[in-house]
Every structure is written in C-alpha cells, then in structure tokens.
Nanobody, 125 residues
Framework: QVQLVESGGGLVQVGDSLRLSCAAS????????TAWFRQAPEKDREFVSG????????SYSDSVKGRFTISRDNAKNTVYLQMNSLKPEDAAVYYC??????????????????WGQGTQVTVSS
C-alpha cells in the first residue's frame, strides 16, 4: 500500500509562486508514475502534470505548460510541483497520485491507484 501526503498549498497573490510536495511511503516512488491533478469547486478533477516511473517522460496540461514544473527526489521519496506565475484559474485542491500507468498515458486519471488527500491552493487577485 502506498500513502501519499501533499503539502505546500496556501493563499498567494496573482503572479506568485508555490511549491507543492508529495511525500510517499510504503513503496519507492520511482517504481511508480506520479502525477498532480487539481479540482476546483463544481468542476471535474483534471490532470495538471505527470512524471513517468523512470523520470524520463514528463507531461503538462496546456493550461500550465511553461509555468509549472514537476520533479522528483528519489532519495526523499518525494515528488514536487513548482508553480510559477500563478493565476486565479489555478486555484483548486491539488492532489498527488501514483500508479503503474505508462509514460504515454500519464494524463489518464484511471491509471492511478493511489491518491493523497489534497492541498488547497488559493490565488487572490
């Protein structure tokens, strides 16, 4: 069983930066693909960014490409999401996910077996 714990969310202003962390336990994070999804009120949970098991493939949604960066520290068993130039539309609960999904399918929500509880990101204008 894999446990994922997100942290780093908070209230920021438009244009600010935040770094989210997802600490994994129960399994080596590099044995799984990991991703960040987000869900705003009354909207579906959507893919934000993902990284493949071997770390060689990363994927981003069009809405965050060029502003967000996903990375992984295998020694800390932690995945990060660096978010720059935040916009009001980035406000959501951000969830970390992990699973055996292949590198070409990182966007598929159904490919992830393990989910964290989420961390709130609020962007004030």
């Amino acid at each position: 069983q894999v446990q994922l714990v997100e942290s780093g969310g908070g209230l920021v202003q438009v244009g600010d930066s935040l770094r989210l962390s997802c600490a994994a336990s129960g399994r080596t994070i590099s044995s799984l693909a990991t991703a960040w999804f987000r869900q705003a009120p009354e909207k579906d949970r959507e893919f934000v960014s993902g990284i493949s098991r071997n770390g060689m493939v990363t994927s981003y949604s069009d809405s965050v490409k060029g502003r967000f960066t996903i990375s992984r520290d295998n020694a800390k068993n932690t995945v990060y999401l660096q978010m720059n130039s935040l916009k009001p539309e980035d406000a959501a609960v951000y969830y970390c996910a992990a699973g055996a999904v292949g590198g070409n399918w990182l966007v598929l929500k159904s490919g992830y077996n393990y989910w964290g509880q989420g961390t709130q990101v609020t962007v004030s204008s």
